[in-house]
């Protein structure tokens, strides 16, 4: 199992938090799960609009509101209903399921990092991704090819 999904787990049974549905896993932790980097402190999830509504009311002194993006903060733990007032829904698609939480795709969590290439870590993240993408998809017979061909490049 992914290091990441073990200290997630781990972190989620020590509060304990349950959920209706998977939580997904994004931000710094999807970063690290992924191979591109090591996550930083926090543990950044998108939840639905029914844990949100559970979460908030057991939880009210932890809320928080990001431009309208309404989260949580326990622990270790972002809790978002939304990113950029997109939901849950949305983060779901090609989600990774780990068992008891899903990981954000790699197209997904492209596009949370392209929404905010405004701030430099973001950035450097891209170029992370950017390498990623080389290194997983690149057709590796037409590298070999090319290289065979231009012996000096």
């Keep these: ?10 972190s989620l ?8 549905k998977k939580p997904i896993i994004i931000g710094g932790m999807a970063m690290e799960y992924y191979g591109m980097r090591k996550a930083g402190r926090d543990m950044d999830l998108i939840i639905s609009q029914e844990d949100y509504h559970v979460l908030s ?12 993006d309404l989260g ?5 733990f972002e809790i978002w ?3 950029a007032l997109i939901d849950y829904d949305f983060f779901l698609k090609d989600a990774i399921d780990e068992g008891t939480v899903l990981i954000v795709s790699i197209d997904r ?3 949370m990092r392209v929404c905010a290439m405004e701030v430099e870590k973001y ?7 950017k390498e990623y993408y080389y290194g997983h998809f690149r057709n590796q017979c037409y590298l070999q090819e090319y290289r065979l061909n231009n012996p000096t490049n």
Excluded: A, C
């Design 1 to 10: 199992m992914n290091q990441v999904i073990i200290d997630v787990n781990k």
């Design 13 to 20: 049974n020590e509060i304990p938090l349950s959920f209706i």
């Design 109 to 111: 969590l492209l596009w």
């Design 123 to 129: 950035k450097k993240d891209l170029g992370l991704m």
């Design 81 to 83: 209903r939304s990113i």
């Design 57 to 68: 009311e057991k939880y009210p002194d932890n809320k928080k509101d990001l431009y309208g």
């Design 72 to 76: 949580l903060i326990i622990n270790k």
